[in-house]
């Protein structure tokens, strides 16, 4: 009866009780609202900061690329694009690609 932002709240807090040195996430904004997919961006920023590592699955680059230390840009299963955020944003090919600009 959760709603899908609550069911992904709730699963972030399961893999948190066990107090993890790893979070690793799989699209945790699939089916959100765009409000909620905000809140968790924020939340998993929040956790980065105090020393959580986070590995992240996800199709929204643009706030993944936001948020991370380094990315990795996988296309039918192959590396297409490795490095720093802000270097990847920096490509025009990526940013062609995967954000529309």
């Known amino acids: 009866t959760l709603s899908g932002g609550e069911q992904q709240m709730l699963a972030i807090g399961r893999g948190l009780m066990a107090e993890p040195r790893l979070l690793i996430l799989d699209e945790p904004s699939l089916g959100l609202s765009p409000l909620l997919v905000e809140e968790m961006f924020a939340l998993i920023a929040r956790l980065n900061r105090e020393g959580l590592a986070v ?4 199709q929204n680059v643009a706030q ?14 192959s590396l297409r694009f490795a490095g720093l955020p802000a270097d990847l944003l920096a490509s025009d090919e990526l940013r062609r690609a995967y954000l529309g600009l």
């Open 64 to 77: 993944s690329l936001e948020i991370a230390h380094r990315a990795y840009v996988l296309e039918n299963g």
């Open 55 to 58: 590995l992240l699955v996800e």
